[in-house]
């Protein structure tokens, strides 16, 4: 369906261009006069394509003033910079290996704007011929040496470069720290070519006894190093066992000195939540080839309360209001161990009406520093398993049913190398009851086999979990990643082994203490990136796509409602309040007071431009397309992205470094829901009724 094009966009679009250029004027105001803005630097690397890939900007002394038409302060062009800026590009450019590189500069002033640009002439390189080596007269030192010379970066036949020279030496150096050469760095690596030919050159490496900015009066014989004495010390107020440490350590004394031990046990401690930070120090022995380790453990807060709360309007009138809080106790059994208590709660009502739904749960997690059921020596890496019990009670009390869940779980999580965390929980249950049917409730379900089995009482057990990649594992990154979560569930499939033995309902379905079993298989996944780019991060885009899919099968008609995908919400499509969206094109379900449409498959993408703006706010611009739908009712393999829902928003941010708030408002750009003749919202219908919802929340959406 087309667009339709009005005086409504006409003036829209009119007033986003007088407001960048009002923001754009606001700018420059604040130039001294006789001065100019720097607007843009700009670097042409003369006939290498692929230099033009590489982020060179980050050697100019001077960075362009942020996107205008978000505001800012402006970068007063200063002449001086750009002389800097170039020796800066020459000095970058002979350590990527170009020798002899020419760089220009061209500065152009209009209004009260410089712009500048910068024209780089590679200078030549260099081909590596053949390498030679000079290490100290040491048999063991040279066995060990050449045992890794497989993996240098440095050959014959590479490119000679300073940077793949110094990233060689660090490397080689890291081996020998494994081999117990504690006093080696890439300092006592040295390099010398020599030109052969125009283009060839021959390469020798030498290893000495002392650092490149020493004399050689200050060598020192590299010799192989043993741990001596290992010392853990903590706050004497921290009760903690010491059995677990020692279990934890993996520095022994007498042991070779081994860099990866050290950083295995420094990661190992850290892991543990009790501890607020770890240090370990290493101090060489007078006279010997022993070095003394000492590890210092500083206890964090112990116990506490963490608060959340997201809250939401839509146009129609309707509230939602869900408090959380939690009560935390890192080191419960005096062993690492956590304890979570928490409180939920979500309300959702319409002022001046009997319209309203209540949600009570109450959840316990403990989590052990440890795999329960395996001897902690199986575990020699930097992250051991973390064994996690899980149990929760909820209770839901809306106009058409009271539901009561009882949940409980086992399983394990931890880190698989520096950028992969996972859980996996063997055992999940979840044990579901429906009571107070509200008469035309039963009616629908009644005449809708489908949300029959849905809405049934039932009893879920089976396996799920959780696999997660990111780029960046800290807790809010500073600079771009990307991120990478499947997760997934299983439920039934050994119950059903026992099937032929079960009582039996009315429908053949097995009954599990007089309840039918849930059988399905569910999975979902999650793909996000965030840039962030301009002067020190001010700006960020976040992109997020995500696809889900679940199916029923054998004792099972429908995925249980709790295992239901459903858009809308704080975190979602920000035009709607939460599980408004479809399914596909379907009408809200007058079966319900509030809504509760979901789907047994969701696709849904999210992008979102970040800036902050002056002291720790920050603006947003968002949009948002995504639905659910139940695979029953596709049509043609076009029907998804017929019935793809649109919106965009607008929110504000305050980011108080240890939380961030937000609020924001979002827009309907577009409805499937086949009632409407019109599918397309224009802006005269984003204030009105059903146009618009507000979502208040903590941390970033996604």
Not at 410 to 421: K, P, Q
Not at 645 to 661: E, H, P, Q, S, Y
């Amino acid at each position: 369906m087309p667009i339709r094009k009005d005086k409504s966009f006409s003036r829209l679009a009119a007033a986003l261009l007088g407001a960048a250029a009002l923001c754009s004027c606001s700018v420059l105001a604040y130039v001294p006069e006789g001065e100019y803005a720097l607007s843009r630097n700009r670097i042409e690397v003369d006939g290498h394509l692929s230099l033009k890939n590489r982020n060179l900007t980050q050697y100019l002394a001077q960075q362009q003033t942020p996107f205008m038409v978000f505001g800012g302060e402006p970068v007063i062009f200063n002449e001086d910079a750009v002389h800097i800026s170039e020796e800066n590009l020459k000095s970058h450019m002979q350590y990527l290996g170009y020798y002899g590189s020419k760089v220009s500069s061209e500065v152009r002033k209009r209004g009260r704007k410089a712009k500048v640009k910068y024209m780089v002439t590679p200078g030549k390189r260099f081909t590596i011929s053949s390498i030679t080596y000079d290490l100290p007269n040491d048999p063991d030192f040279e066995e060990i040496f050449y045992a890794d010379t497989s993996h240098t970066i440095v050959r014959s036949g590479y490119i000679l470069s300073e940077q793949r020279l110094s990233t060689e030496s660090e490397r080689c150096a890291s081996y020998l720290r494994t081999k117990g050469y504690y006093s080696l760095t890439g300092r006592n690596f040295f390099f010398e070519a020599d030109t052969l030919d125009a283009d060839d050159v021959s390469l020798k490496i030498s290893v000495r006894p002392y650092g490149r900015d020493d004399s050689p009066a200050a060598a020192k014989p590299l010799t192989q190093y043993h741990i001596g004495d290992v010392r853990i010390a903590r706050d004497e107020d921290l009760a903690f066992r010491d059995k677990v440490l020692l279990d934890l350590n993996t520095i022994h004394p007498g042991s070779l000195y081994d860099e990866t031990v050290i950083n295995t046990s420094y990661q190992r401690l850290s892991n543990i939540r009790t501890f607020s930070s770890v240090s370990i120090a290493l101090s060489e022995r007078p006279d010997t080839a022993l070095v003394d380790c000492d590890i210092s453990l500083s206890k964090s807060k112990l116990q506490g309360f963490k608060a959340n709360l997201e809250a939401s309007l839509n146009s129609s009138g309707l509230i939602g209001i869900s408090p959380q809080l939690t009560y935390f106790h890192r080191n419960i059994f005096h062993g690492g161990e956590m304890l979570n208590l928490g409180f939920m709660g979500n309300f959702q009502f319409r002022p001046d009406s009997d319209v309203r739904a209540d949600e009570y749960g109450i959840s316990m997690g403990l989590t052990f520093p440890k795999f329960i059921g395996l001897p902690q020596r199986l575990f020699e890496g930097a992250s051991i398993p973390a064994t996690e019990i899980k149990a929760s009670f909820n209770y839901q009390d809306r106009p058409e049913y009271v539901r009561t869940i009882i949940s409980t779980s086992y399983g394990y999580s931890g880190i698989l190398r520096s950028h992969f965390s996972y859980q996996l929980y063997p055992l999940q249950i979840n044990m579901v009851k429906l009571d107070n049917l509200d008469a035309a409730f039963s009616a629908t379900l009644a005449r809708n086999p489908y949300m029959r089995y849905a809405y049934q009482n039932h009893f879920d057990a089976g396996v799920g979990g959780m696999l997660y990649y990111a780029s960046d594992m800290s807790l809010n990154p500073s600079g771009s990643y990307h991120y990478s979560r499947l997760t997934f569930d299983m439920s039934g499939n050994v119950i059903s082994l026992f099937h032929k033995n079960l009582n039996k309902g009315n429908d053949g379905e097995g009954l599990i203490l007089g309840t039918p079993y849930a059988q399905y298989v569910r999975g979902e996944v999650t793909l996000g990136n965030t840039w962030r780019f301009g002067r020190d991060g001010r700006f960020a885009l976040a992109g997020r796509v995500q696809a889900g899919a679940g199916y029923a099968y054998h004792n099972s008609t429908a995925l249980p409602y709790e295992k239901q995908f459903y858009c809308g919400g704080a975190n979602s499509m920000r035009g709607w309040q939460a599980r408004s969206v479809g399914p596909g094109d379907e009408d809200m379900d007058n079966g319900f007071i509030i809504p509760s449409q979901t789907g047994d498959l969701k696709l849904e993408a999210n992008a979102e431009f970040r800036f902050r703006m002056f002291w720790k706010l920050e603006g947003a611009l968002f949009a948002d397309v995504g639905n659910v739908w139940n695979i029953s009712a596709i049509t043609s393999p076009t029907y998804l992205f017929d019935t793809l829902a649109a919106d965009w928003g607008t929110g504000i941010r305050a980011d108080l470094t240890f939380i961030v708030i937000r609020i924001d408002a979002g827009f309907k750009v577009y409805d499937p829901a086949k009632s409407l003749s019109v599918h397309w919202c224009d802006p005269s219908q984003w204030l009105r009724k059903n146009g618009f919802a507000l979502h208040f929340g903590v941390g970033y959406p996604f």
